[in-house]
T-cell receptor, first 115, second 114 residues
Framework: DAGVIQSPRHEVTEMGQEVTLRCKPI?????LFWYRQTMMRGLELLIY????????DSGMPEDRFSAKMPNASFSTLKIQPSEPRDSAVYFC?????????????FGPGTRLTVT | AQSVTQLGSHVSVSEGALVLLRCNYS??????LFWYVQYPNQGLQLLLK??????LVKGINGFEAEFKKSETSFHLTKPSAHMSDAAEYFC????????????FGEGTQLTVNP
């Protein structure tokens, strides 16, 4: 199994630009999670989907952030417009949520730098 | 609501010494508990998990953890540290029901000295 795939691995952009992060979950998994990790705030859950439907987006910082999951094998996290404080590592994780235990498998992350 | 507290943001041990990383949880329902490890510039990797049954669980790389309900703890141990164990370790808790989310602790950075 290829594991969770994220692209790009690194992204450097200027303030005000649109940024799109991509994630391909493990085949057969039906739950997908987006996290943000920073030194100041640690690991934060932004949003998660179950069967392609957003279940909890209470962690999305503000309206500049949006996430979609058009099908079971693809999700995007978009930031528009980006700001320097969005600089972080963004992780995608997936799990098979129909059975216990409810463990998540993480991708390698996208390191975002907004200048 | 659930929460996790990891005692000690940094732990330093000598190679060959015992590793003990502390985790206490709060949960209104029987919890499922996890330990994840994050190596530099990588994603989180599952080390071990407790769901039900045996309270002492063994994971990868020689790590184990014991669920103690009376102490609401799930401490991670390894008898003998190796240089390759240097990483950040996260404890996490979930209700274990379909659609429930993981709540992570703040992480403990483990340093192994030669």
């Amino acid at each position: 199994d290829a594991g969770v795939i994220q692209s790009p691995r690194h992204e450097v952009t200027e303030m005000g630009q649109e940024v799109t992060l991509r994630c391909k979950p493990i085949s057969g998994h039906n739950s997908l999670f987006w996290y943000r990790q920073t030194m100041m705030r640690g690991l934060e859950l932004l949003i998660y989907f179950n069967n392609n439907v957003p279940i909890d987006d209470s962690g999305m910082p503000e309206d500049r952030f949006s996430a979609k999951m058009p099908n079971a094998s693809f999700s995007t996290l978009k930031i528009q417009p980006s700001e320097p404080r969005d600089s972080a590592v963004y992780f995608c994780a997936s799990s098979f949520g129909q059975s216990r235990p409810y463990e998540q498998y993480f991708g390698p992350g996208t390191r975002l730098t907004v200048t | 609501a659930q929460s996790v507290t990891q005692l000690g943001s940094h732990v330093s041990v000598s190679e060959g010494a015992l590793v003990l990383l502390r985790c206490n949880y709060s949960s209104s329902v029987p919890p499922y508990l996890f330990w994840y490890v994050q190596y530099p510039n990588q994603g989180l990797q599952l080390l071990l998990k407790y769901t039900t049954g045996a309270t002492l669980v063994k994971g990868i790389n020689g790590f184990e953890a014991e669920f103690k309900k009376s102490e609401t703890s799930f401490h991670l141990t390894k008898p003998s540290a190796h240089m390759s164990d240097a990483a950040e370790y996260f404890c996490a808790v979930t209700k274990g029901t379909s659609g429930s989310r993981l709540t992570f602790g703040e992480g403990t950075q483990l340093t192994v000295n030669p």
